[in-house]
C-alpha cells in the first residue's frame, strides 16, 4: 500500500466555526490519484474536530446549537480554573466530535453521500490557522 501526505492550512473564526473543507481534500486526491483505498485526515490539537455535514445554514446552524446544548460556553469548566483561557468548552467539544476521520475512495473518487461534506469544526476561542494532515492510502 502506498501513503500519500498532504498538510493543508485552513483559517478559522473560532467559536463553533463549522468550515467545508471537501475541496481542498479533492483537491489533494487528484493529486495523489488513487484508483482505490482511503483517505485519513487528523487535526493536531485539543480544540476542533472533523466531521461529516450536509454544509447548508440550517444542517451548520443545527449542528452549532446541537454543540451548544452538549457543552455550553457559559457553564464552570475545571479546565478554565486549571489555566483560566476560557476554553474548556472547547477541548469537551473538541473529545467528543473526535480530531480525525477516515473516507473511503473507489474508481479514484470519495465514496461519500450526495449531500455529505468533509467539515473542519473550530471551537476554540479565537481565530487560528488549523493544520490538517491529509493521508491517503491507495493499492500500490
Known amino acids: 500500500m502506498a501513503i500519500t501526505n ?14 467545508n473543507i471537501t475541496d481542498e481534500i479533492d483537491q489533494c486526491l487528484s493529486k495523489a490519484r ?24 440550517g444542517a451548520v446552524a443545527d449542528l452549532q446549537h446541537a454543540i451548544e446544548r452538549l457543552a455550553p460556553r457559559d457553564i464552570p469548566y475545571e479546565h478554565n480554573l486549571r489555566w483560566g483561557d476560557g476554553n474548556g468548552y472547547a477541548h469537551v467539544r473538541s473529545a467528543l ?3 480525525s476521520l477516515t473516507i473511503p475512495v ?16 473550530d471551537f476554540d476561542n479565537y481565530p487560528r490557522n488549523r493544520e490538517i494532515l491529509v493521508q491517503i492510502y491507495a493499492e500500490a
Open 6 to 19: 498532504f498538510t493543508i492550512t485552513v483559517a478559522t473564526t473560532g467559536a463553533t466555526d463549522i468550515v
Open 106 to 121: 473507489v474508481n479514484g473518487a470519495m465514496h461519500v453521500g450526495t449531500w455529505q461534506q468533509i467539515v473542519l469544526c
Open 34 to 57: 488513487p484508483a482505490d483505498g482511503f483517505i485519513h485526515l487528523f487535526i493536531p490539537g485539543s480544540t476542533a474536530a472533523l466531521t461529516t455535514l450536509e454544509y447548508e445554514q
Open 97 to 99: 466530535l473526535g480530531p
